[in-house]
């Protein structure tokens, strides 16, 4: 997650589907914000989405630029070098928590 530089931030993250049935994320969850949504971005315009597939084997890659979450009306600013921990819910799978670490402003996780 980029330092948040207003009450929005982005968050951007690798889902690793291992099992061999295909699901969806359906919805994230956390502590920062009580409007936390899924986006996908088409010809230069973000647009909020109701899931994401995720194939069977196969990987949902959230990140800069493309599909990611985003958390609106913060609660707090978390500063760089802290986490932010979230619940990723799924169409069939127990929901998973994660934390993701504040980077830098700039944090792009393509050109890490």
């Known amino acids: ?9 982005a968050g951007f993250v690798v889902i690793t589907n291992k ?18 949504t899924i986006h996908k971005t088409e010809n230069q315009k973000m647009m909020e989405v109701t899931s994401f597939d995720i ?4 990987k949902l890659d959230l990140e800069r630029g493309g599909s990611h979450i985003m958390f609106m009306d913060l609660k ?12 990723l819910h799924f169409e069939k ?12 402003t700039t944090y792009n996780p393509a050109q890490q």
């Open 1 to 9: 997650m980029p330092e948040p530089v207003s009450d929005l931030a």
């Open 19 to 36: 099992g061999g049935t295909p699901d969806k994320l359906t919805s994230v969850t956390g502590d920062i914000s009580d409007d936390i």
């Open 55 to 58: 194939p069977a084997g196969g």
């Open 76 to 87: 707090h600013r978390p500063r760089q070098g802290e986490k932010v921990r979230i619940e």
């Open 93 to 104: 799978t127990d929901p998973v928590t994660v934390e993701l670490p504040v980077k830098e």
